[in-house]
């Protein structure tokens, strides 16, 4: 059974910094782009970082540049979202997807596989 799941999330205060993983099993990683996305409550959607199969490439969304790293470990088959200087803003539930092809596309169109999401909250 294909699966991906997210770990790492939780409640932060504004400037902290968290680290999510998505974990993949029934399945290799090393041949899919991974992107993050997001939902905060009454928004759509939307691509928040994405990383190519290699992890040579990666894109990010503009609210989060020089804020939030991706990253693969293709042995470990999981990749992490680093998420520093936290802003209430960033609050949603972050979803992990894998997509059947090289590129970092940071849309969600090309994602077969979905993880459950995990929410993080960024409040004083």
């Known amino acids: 059974q294909l699966q991906l799941v997210e770990s790492g999330g939780g409640l932060v205060q504004p400037g902290g910094s968290l680290r999510l993983s998505c974990a993949a099993s029934g399945f290799t990683l090393d041949l899919y782009a991974i992107g993050w996305f997001r939902q905060a409550p009454g928004k759509e959607r939307e691509g928040v970082s994405c990383?190519?199969?290699?992890?040579?490439?990666?894109n990010y969304l503009d609210s989060v540049k020089g804020r939030f790293t991706i990253s693969r470990d293709n042995a470990k088959n999981t990749v992490y979202l680093q998420m520093n200087s936290l802003k209430p803003e960033d609050t949603a539930v972050y979803y992990c997807a894998a997509a059947a092809t090289v590129q970092a596309v940071c849309i969600a169109a090309p994602y077969d596989y979905w993880g459950q999401g995990t929410q993080v909250t960024v409040s004083s």
């Open positions: 990383i190519s199969s290699s992890g040579g490439s990666t």
